[in-house]
């Protein structure tokens, strides 16, 4: 099935937007198995509208579009749709009741213009948005399927999940139940995941669970998409797999799903009513803006010094004598002074040294980890390149990945793939 | 000048990469007074290359190609051009012997696969990549003009400035100098600075200095872009524009061109020999991590707390007094400890209490701001709506600004568009 996204805007066509809806669209696409081969943008004018539509018709399967559905009169989609497809447009009552109501429990009347966002194709099938006032609609243009889809990320998003992914597997043949697992982990490169996880998808039948990756330096996400006949299948389809890359990743998995490494290492210092203090020279606070509460979020990060320099750091931890060099006894003397002076149960000193020089990818650094709490004081030291910025990002992930190592009772010291020794 | 983008490669069409190129080169064209009329992504297969070749040689007055100039076999531009083109490839002797010295250089041998990238149409003139491996080339197809570059970032970047940018100035028959000056600024919204700055077109002649805004919450870029015959001509024109943008603008440019609000003031701090502490309270070291230093940059930031709780921050500031609240008191008094304790000549104190309740747009916080300096304590109070990230980012800007003004000697309180009262 061969699916064209459409995304149509001058912000978008301009640059003015960067075009992270045809990203999500057909990343989701891809995730489920479904083929994205043509993508086109093109601005808020009725000649390329039409140009775009009939095109699209000719040479894909299914066609996504994306944005125009707004109250302006520079949001076209309805009325190209109803011109390419050769109908009228008609008044969808039951939309119209629905967005007043939405307007009156905000306490405001809704302002004539949005009366255009109930104007359908007459032969369009209506498609809920219940986080908007754009609803989604689709119908055939020249015999092929058009779905048409909000521009506000989060309400396509929405709709992709819940309208257009499965009209579009049931349309494909494809089955309809779908999830994706998502393992994040730190320490191991792409290449070495995937050789570390060759054959996994064997363990579920050919073609229902489909393995990738997507690096975000310095994690790694890796994903487990699943397809089957209904959620029961789906899960046992899942579980074997899901089990060996648990097994295999090993202790490099930070956090899985929606969980965050800091998110973890926030629950396992909680669970066991602990609290945290940071020291960072050249991170700059970065570490402890990883802790940031949330709205219900558990918050152990109690107090952070940063300097770059390292005796004013010494200083603020409340370490009487300045270290000569920022060596792993300077780390952690400094997390054992920071513990005590602030009074919380763990503390982390992360100490950066970038090496000299102009700003390069060969450009290294060394990193220097100390972790003090009442079992006593860790180190960890490593050499990273990839020039000062990266030698940054990494510091911070090993920084907090070695405190819920310490947290789950891990090897602080597990050789990472970014380390140069 | 109709100009179509047409990006390849399966990493832009399956949303792997976020198609940021496309975004960058339709704002550049735009600012220099060229318009995109449409979008193409196309995934690393000749039929769909070959097509998408056709269809924008009949739809634009010129075409834009971005990617497949790599040294692996689903690198095809070279190839599908010379066949669209209805020419052979040939060597480009001189390019092979560049990026035979390039390895060379690194100490490396050329790997034979980067000979392909010296292959171009028999009938393409050649475009310089100062940058890397994948040089770029112009030929016309159908009798329409094409340009091919280069899909990483910064190779693309540099040559749409110095080759492609004025080719494309040239055929259109526009004058050739071109530049954008840009101010950045703090506190005014895009439509107020919209307002602020109606008629300041008119200082130069009709059609040579172009405004406009790109918003980044919470900075706000105002944008001039000049077109002149010559060098000379553009500081003419640009001069007394730019001169009364700064003027309206007046205190809330923070920064100019590719300088920083950050950047800014480090250089102020600087220049008289002072150095900066900082507290922070729930921004969580986004302050501190501001100053990261550069490479030549100076680095007046000796020191930083950070807790998101006060009387853990007033004590590791060397308070010896818990504040009762995060008020103008508080801000003042750990601001001036601090400065002590660490024995900087200024300290920034920086206090947010967001609303309780759920995250929501309308979920508001409160930013207090203490300075200390040789002068005395200055504070700022203000409040902000947006939710709790929009605060907080908002707590970050205004914190810095406000030491910007202090030391600039401007009002510190001036009211900022985001404020409410």
Sequence with gaps: MRIEILCTGDEILS?????????????RLGEVG??????????????????????????????????????????LSQEMAAEAAGVELVLHADWLARMEAFYERRGRVMPPNNRK?????????????????????????????FIFTPGVPREMRRMMEEQVIPRLLSRSGHRVATRMKRFHSFGIGESRADHMLGGV?????????KLGFQAHYPQLETKLSVRADSEAELERLLA?????????????????????????????????????????????????????????????HRAGVVSRDLGQLAAAAGLAA????????????IACALRRQVGTTHALATLVAVDEGEDRIELGGTVVIGISDAGGTVTREARLLGGREWVRLGAVELAIDCLRRRLAGLPVDERIDFEKR
């Design 15 to 27: 640059g003015k937007t960067v075009n992270t809806n045809h990203s999500h669209m057909a990343r």
């Design 201 to 209: 998808e064997s363990l579920a039948p050919a073609g229902t669970v």
């Design 34 to 75: 479904l083929t994205v081969c043509w993508g086109t943008s093109v601005g808020d004018d009725r000649e390329s509208l039409r140009e775009a539509f009939r095109r699209a018709a000719a040479r894909a399967d299914a066609v996504i579009v994306n944005g125009g559905l707004g109250p302006t009169v520079d949001d």
């Design 240 to 300: 074997p797999v899901e089990a060996e890359v648990r097994s295999r990743l090993g202790t490099h998995v930070v956090a899985e799903d929606d969980d965050t490494l800091e998110g973890v290492v926030s629950a396992l210092l909680a669970r066991d009513g602990c609290t945290l203090a940071t020291a960072e020279m050249l991170t700059s606070g970065a570490i402890a803006a990883r802790f940031l509460p949330g709205k219900d979020a558990v918050d152990p």
């Design 322 to 333: 300045v270290p000569g060099s920022p060596d792993s006894s300077a780390a952690s003397a």
């Design 117 to 145: 966002q109930a104007l359908l194709p007459s032969t369009a099938e209506f498609i809920d948005n219940p986080i908007g006032t754009a609803c989604g609609f689709a119908l055939e243009i020249d015999g092929t399927p």
